[in-house]
C-alpha cells in the first residue's frame, strides 16, 4: 500500500516537475538547499551502490544456471551491458528494459497457466507463518527478509522520476 501510493505520488511530482535530479529537485523545491543536498546525496549512494548490488545477483543468478563460470564474472559482464545500454542513449536503455518487462510478464502468465490445474488454496496457506497455521513471534525475522524485495520495487518505480527529463511531454507521458 505505501509504495502504491508512493507511486502516485513520484508520479505527480514528476510531471509537475520534470527534472532528471528526481529527489534532489523535490526537495530542494520543498525543503530548501538543505533538503536538495540531502535528498541528492542519498539519491547518489543509492545509484553508486544499486547497479553494483543487481550486477552481482544477476551473476550469482546466471551462476546458479551456468556452475562453470565464475558469478563475479558474470556480474562484470552484467555491469558492462548495462553501461553501455545506458550510453547508448535513454531510448535504447528504456527500450531493453521494456522488452525485458514484457518478456517476465509472458514467462508469469505461462507459468501460471502451466500450474493453475494442481493449484489448491489450502496447499497456499498451510504453513504460510514460518511453517505454522498461525501468527507467531518466528514469523517476524522471515518478514524484515522481505523487505529487500520492497527495495527493489521502489528502485523500479523511482527509475521513472529519472526519465521525465528525457520526455518530450512528461505531462502526458510520464503517467
Known amino acids: 500500500v505505501m509504495y502504491t501510493t508512493f507511486i502516485f505520488s513520484f508520479t ?16 530542494s523545491r520543498a525543503l530548501g538547499p538543505t533538503g536538495g543536498f540531502i535528498a541528492g546525496f542519498a539519491t547518489l549512494v543509492e545509484f553508486v551502490f544499486a547497479p ?9 543468478y546466471l551462476n546458479v544456471q551456468f556452475p562453470g563460470v565464475a558469478p563475479k564474472l558474470m556480474a562484470v559482464g552484467a555491469y558492462v551491458v548495462f553501461m553501455t ?6 531510448r535504447t536503455a528504456a527500450t531493453f528494459e521494456l522488452i525485458v518487462t514484457v518478456l517476465a510478464i509472458f514467462e508469469l502468465l505461462v507459468f501460471m497457466g502451466v500450474v493453475a490445474p494442481g493449484f489448491s488454496m489450502a496447499n497456499l496457506v498451510k504453513g504460510g507463518w ?4 498461525t501468527f507467531s513471534v518466528a514469523s517476524i525475522p ?11 520495487f521502489f528502485l523500479a518505480i523511482e527509475g521513472v522520476a529519472m526519465a521525465a527529463e528525457e520526455a518530450k511531454d512528461p505531462k502526458r507521458s510520464i503517467p
Open 130 to 133: 514460518s511453517g505454522q497455521d
Open 12 to 27: 505527480e511530482l514528476t510531471t509537475a516537475i520534470p527534472h532528471a535530479g528526481g529527489p534532489f529537485a523535490y526537495a
Open 52 to 60: 553494483p548490488a543487481i550486477a552481482l545477483a544477476i551473476g550469482a
Open 142 to 152: 522471515g518478514m524484515f527478509a522481505a523487505i529487500p524485495f520492497a527495495i527493489w
Open 85 to 90: 545500454l545506458n550510453i547508448v542513449g535513454v
